[in-house]
């Protein structure tokens, strides 16, 4: 699968025809669809304390539903890569979006826990279908030079997702409730598929990889040397992040003022992707993760100290929540690099692994983080500092074994 520049600039993708252009570029579809997907993923955590209400559970059981969210899309990923291979992207990728929406509908009109964990598992499979297929398509549409661009847009509707689509979720479950915000979700995954059928070119599906294949990699040292870590240091942002309204309230946020810690964390979470990107080809991965995972640790120290004192100044709250956020998605560009460097040659797969093992981070972070949550805020927050270090520790034991591969 290939793109051919033609002298209008246009793409194409059987050499001879360029793509009939619609009101928007492909890629910025393509984008709306990652965000879809990240407010998706991350809206609950606006919204858990009055989800659980509605559905007469603990704040911890209704955090058990972006478990299982994460922990599908995790096993789920490598499993739908293989059987929709050679699916026509377009169909591929409007299909995973009408799952996701009909999901999101689904959960919205949830009676019970038990149904809202059913809606979150199918749509956990719209998810996978959707992102990394989105991300390869993205960058076939456009012309070489242009493919990182491409990509980085693509795959940064899910960073934006973290920064707009949680602070919009808890703005819109606070005037309509909970069950509107995933319906808007739901509504939102409808227009984007009527947008990639409109603007994005038939691109023919793939050849079929084996299951086997696509996990030999595992085997790799090298390779186990790193992707481990993408889960430790997911898990410790997320057992405390999964309930981020109870455990702000914790360090006495006012409800009036949790609107804008957690813009001030997904600010935090876009300017932490960024910079980790340019700071990883200056000085290596290994030292942005070290950074990323000390200041992880001791903003997530500071806030179970300040949990633990009952006091609270908001500057010095809003400013930890931002570094938390920031060292939280800092990992990503330069893990993703790390595991390039010791396998080129399987870059795609082993992103599309990394990927896994961010929803399964996500997942260990949010059990940990509800198994916790009763024994208060404090805990939450000690805990998530533990495994941040815990993480800095395993990488700088890993290091030796991956430091003639990474920087």
């Not at 290596?284 to 009952?310: D, E, F, K, P």
Request: charge should be positive; aromatic fraction near 6%.
């Amino acid at each position: 699968m290939s793109s051919v520049s033609i002298p209008s600039g246009r793409p194409t993708i059987d050499g001879k025809h360029p793509p009939e252009p619609g009101p928007l570029s492909s890629t910025s579809v393509l984008a709306l669809g990652t965000f879809a997907v990240g407010t998706d993923a991350f809206v609950v955590a606006g919204f858990l304390p009055s989800m659980a209400d509605s559905l007469h559970v603990s704040q911890a059981a209704a955090g058990q539903s972006v478990t299982v969210f994460a922990a599908a899309y995790a096993v789920l990923s490598p499993v739908l890569a293989t059987l929709t291979a050679r699916v026509p992207r377009r169909i591929l990728l409007i299909s995973a979006l009408l799952t996701l929406g009909a999901a999101n509908l689904l959960s919205a009109l949830a009676p019970s826990l038990a149904v809202l964990i059913v809606s979150r598992i199918i749509a956990a499979a719209g998810a996978a279908a959707y992102t990394p297929n989105a991300a390869a398509v993205g960058a076939a549409l456009v012309r070489p030079e242009l493919r990182a661009r491409a990509l980085a847009m693509v795959v940064g509707g899910l960073t934006v997702a973290t920064a707009l689509g949680v602070p919009l979720g808890n703005v819109i479950s606070h005037w309509l409730g909970w069950r509107s915000t995933l319906g808007v979700v739901a509504a939102l995954c409808l227009v984007i598929a009527v947008g990639v059928r409109l603007n994005m070119p038939e691109v023919p599906g793939n050849p079929r990889v084996a299951l086997r294949t696509r996990l030999a990699a595992l085997r790799r040292p090298t390779v186990l040397a790193v992707l481990p870590l993408t889960v430790l240091g997911m898990g410790a942002c997320y057992t405390a992040y999964a309930y981020s309204v109870p455990v702000l309230e914790g360090v006495r946020v006012p409800e009036g003022a949790m609107l804008w810690m957690l813009i001030l964390y997904g600010l935090g979470a876009v300017l932490g992707n960024v910079a980790a990107g340019y700071a990883t080809d200056r000085w290596g991965s290994v030292r942005v993760l070290t950074a990323g995972y000390l200041v992880m640790a001791l903003a997530l120290g500071a806030l179970a100290w300040i949990a633990a004192a009952h006091g609270s100044v908001q500057p010095v709250v809003g400013l930890l929540v931002l570094l938390w956020g920031a060292s939280s998605w800092c990992q990503t560009p330069p893990q993703q690099h790390r595991l390039i460097q010791v396998a080129p040659q399987e870059a795609p797969l082993l992103v599309s692994l990394n990927s896994s093992g961010i929803y399964l981070g996500i997942g260990l972070g949010t059990v940990l983080g509800g198994v916790t949550l009763p024994a208060g805020t404090t805990a939450v927050y000690a805990l998530g500092a533990a495994l941040a270090a815990a993480a800095l520790l395993f990488l700088r034991i890993t290091a030796r074994t991956t430091k003639t591969h990474a920087g």
